[in-house]
């Protein structure tokens, strides 16, 4: 049995940052008609068992519907047994479900935020992120139908040889108060005061601190900062630490914050992280971090924090290695 999960995150791509940056916009109609050209691509693959994250618009029941003539692809189709509460603990909890029934590789449909939730119950069962958020570091403009066709090979693999077409992604870890509270994927930056209404990143004038474990000139978001100044790879076991000013004085570096937004921050160091080793944040208070570009910790005054690099975080699917490997065994020839 090969089986595949598809966790479509409704909420992605919908917070603050469609209206004060040129954000796109990818609604859930368009999410479930991804996730049926994902069906399609699964079946062709011959996933004999796909269960999909139940969620409070339907993008799953939706998909399903609207397969028409290509009924036959959503007969293996299920829907996960769970509770639905409407937040980002949903996303955790279908991947910890679809871990423990054995799935051979996730599907996520978002944005950085959702593949860091999808994480935090995965284990060691593969990630393919698909991009409908805003900050897309690690999901990437996957077509649905080579995105099933990859995952329902790639599932069909002994267990073994299934990491052969990953990569291991670095985590950032928060410890707070001598204990791990939270870890982060992409990004963590550290902005001034204790506001987490809108949750989503995207004013300059408030952020001291940007740790990156992979940084690009060519993203968009926190990250970016980093790379502008110091780029580092995925493969590379080090990170970027960013040191923020807050001064309109000194070094600037501009930096795409989001799509349409290219703003410039004061900078007063650059910092390689090494794996292991804890970097304090700074001791101002009240200080709140995000995660993956959204907000999640506050730190109150007597909060002692720090940041740490790891090795040990989720597998991602390199699809391009995936259907090199299917091509050379033929896979798709009938």
Same mark, same amino acid.
């Given at each position: 049995?090969?089986?595949?999960? @598809?966790?479509?995150?409704? $909420?992605? /791509?919908?917070? @603050?940052?469609?209206?004060?940056?040129?954000?796109?916009? @990818?609604?859930?109609?368009?999410? $479930?008609?991804? #996730?049926?050209?994902?069906? @399609?691509?699964?079946?062709?693959?011959?996933?004999?068992? #796909?269960?999909?994250?139940?969620?409070? !618009?339907?993008?799953?029941?939706?998909?399903?519907?609207?397969?028409?003539? +290509? %009924?036959? %692809?959503?007969?293996?189709?299920?829907?996960? &047994?769970?509770?639905?509460? =409407?937040?980002? *603990?949903?996303? %955790?909890?279908?991947?910890?479900?679809?871990?423990?029934?054995?799935?051979?590789?996730?599907?996520?449909?978002?944005?950085?935020?959702?593949?860091?939730?999808? $994480? +935090?119950?995965?284990?060691? #069962?593969?990630?393919?992120?698909?991009?409908?958020?805003?900050?897309?570091?690690?999901?990437?403009?996957?077509?649905?139908?080579?995105? =099933?066709?990859?995952?329902?090979?790639?599932?069909?693999?002994?267990?073994?040889?299934?990491?052969?077409?990953?990569?291991?992604?670095?985590?950032?870890?928060?410890?707070?108060?001598? &204990?791990?509270?939270?870890?982060?994927?992409?990004?963590?930056?550290?902005?001034?005061?204790? !506001?987490? =209404?809108?949750?989503?990143?995207?004013?300059?004038?408030?952020?001291?601190?940007?740790?990156?474990?992979? %940084? $690009?000139?060519?993203?968009?978001?926190?990250?970016?900062?980093?790379?502008?100044?110091?780029?580092?790879?995925?493969? &590379?076991?080090?990170?970027?630490?960013?040191?923020?000013?807050?001064?309109?004085?000194?070094?600037?570096?501009?930096?795409? *914050? =989001?799509?349409?937004? #290219?703003?410039?921050?004061?900078?007063? /160091?650059?910092?390689?992280?090494?794996?292991? +080793?804890?970097?304090?944040?700074?001791?101002?208070?009240?200080?709140?971090?995000?995660?993956?570009?959204?907000?999640?910790?506050?730190?109150?005054?007597?909060?002692?924090?720090?940041?740490?690099?790891?090795?040990?975080?989720?597998?991602?699917?390199?699809? &391009? +290695?995936?259907?090199?490997?299917?091509?050379?065994?033929?896979?798709?020839?009938?």
């Amino acid at each position: 049995m090969s089986l595949v999960g @598809i966790i479509a995150n409704p $909420a992605s /791509g919908k917070d @603050i940052r469609r209206l004060v940056t040129q954000a796109l916009v @990818i609604g859930n109609r368009e999410k $479930a008609n991804i #996730v049926r050209r994902i069906l @399609i691509g699964l079946h062709a693959a011959g996933a004999s068992d #796909v269960r999909i994250m139940p969620d409070t !618009f339907g993008i799953g029941s939706m998909a399903l519907a609207g397969l028409g003539d +290509q %009924a036959e %692809a959503g007969r293996a189709v299920r829907l996960l &047994e769970m509770p639905v509460s =409407g937040s980002a *603990l949903d996303t %955790a909890r279908a991947a910890r479900l679809l871990s423990e029934a054995g799935a051979g590789c996730i599907i996520t449909l978002g944005g950085d935020g959702t593949v860091r939730m999808a $994480a +935090q119950g995965s284990g060691e #069962v593969p990630l393919l992120p698909i991009s409908t958020g805003t900050n897309n570091v690690l999901p990437g403009f996957i077509e649905g139908t080579v995105a =099933g066709l990859a995952a329902g090979y790639l599932a069909a693999q002994p267990q073994a040889a299934r990491q052969e077409f990953c990569r291991r992604a670095k985590r950032l870890e928060v410890h707070l108060n001598g &204990e791990l509270r939270d870890s982060a994927l992409v990004d963590i930056a550290a902005l001034t005061g204790s !506001f987490t =209404g809108t949750r989503a990143v995207w004013q300059a004038a408030d952020l001291r601190l940007i740790a990156s474990t992979r %940084a $690009a000139p060519t993203t968009i978001g926190l990250s970016s900062v980093a790379g502008m100044l110091d780029p580092v790879d995925p493969t &590379e076991p080090e990170g970027v630490l960013v040191t923020l000013s807050g001064s309109p004085n000194g070094r600037r570096v501009l930096a795409p *914050l =989001g799509p349409g937004l #290219v703003l410039p921050l004061a900078y007063s /160091g650059v910092t390689r992280m090494q794996p292991g +080793q804890p970097y304090p944040l700074p001791p101002e208070r009240p200080l709140t971090l995000a995660l993956d570009g959204e907000r999640e910790i506050v730190l109150k005054q007597g909060d002692q924090a720090a940041l740490i690099l790891a090795a040990n975080g989720p597998w991602i699917v390199n699809v &391009e +290695q995936v259907m090199a490997h299917a091509v050379r065994r033929r896979a798709f020839v009938i």
